[in-house]
């Protein structure tokens, strides 16, 4: 049995596996309930609200800032522009549970800027951590996981940067 913790917003619950080790955080809320707005439209209003706030992750005790870069790049990045819109409204209902999936984020890997765009804001590089999600659609529990990318900029800092390969 799966032990369920509400954060104080009640946006989300943290789900715990039996052993007590994390499994997931569940959305409660639909950000999509204004239909006259476009996806990227409600995206952005939530994104804007994260901006200058940071998240700890447990795991590695790094603290991940949120800078005006994350709004294009999450929803407006190539990455993002070619995903299923199914996938598409995944990504954009995980918006609301930034921190919480930051939080709990698992298994830090490290990779080198590869890309000369990124040549001051990767500067250090990226780390790629992954998470799960989940809400409820049509009354079932859909259940998703997705690589968090952080960039290390040249000041030091750490930047969500995107949340990619997000799958069933």
Avoid: C
């Amino acid at each position: 049995m799966k032990k369920e913790i509400t954060t104080n917003e009640k946006k989300s619950k943290i789900i715990y596996n039996k052993d007590g080790t994390f499994s997931r955080v569940k959305i409660n809320k639909n950000i999509f309930s204004n239909k006259n707005e476009s996806i990227q439209k409600n995206v952005n209003k939530i994104i804007k609200k994260y901006i200058g706030e940071y998240a700890y992750i447990i795991e590695s005790g790094q603290k991940i800032y949120f800078d005006k870069n994350l709004v294009g790049e999450y929803t407006y990045s190539n990455t993002t522009k070619n995903l299923p819109v199914s996938y598409k409204l995944a990504k954009g209902r995980a918006a609301i549970i930034f921190k919480e999936i930051i939080n709990n984020a698992k298994g830090r890997i490290w990779e080198p800027n590869k890309k000369e765009k990124h040549k001051i804001d990767a500067y250090y590089g990226f780390y790629r951590y992954v998470t799960r999600f989940s809400f409820e659609y049509n009354g079932f529990e859909q259940i998703y996981e997705g690589t968090i990318l952080i960039r290390n900029d040249k000041n030091g800092k750490k930047y969500l940067y995107d949340v990619l390969n997000i799958k069933k």
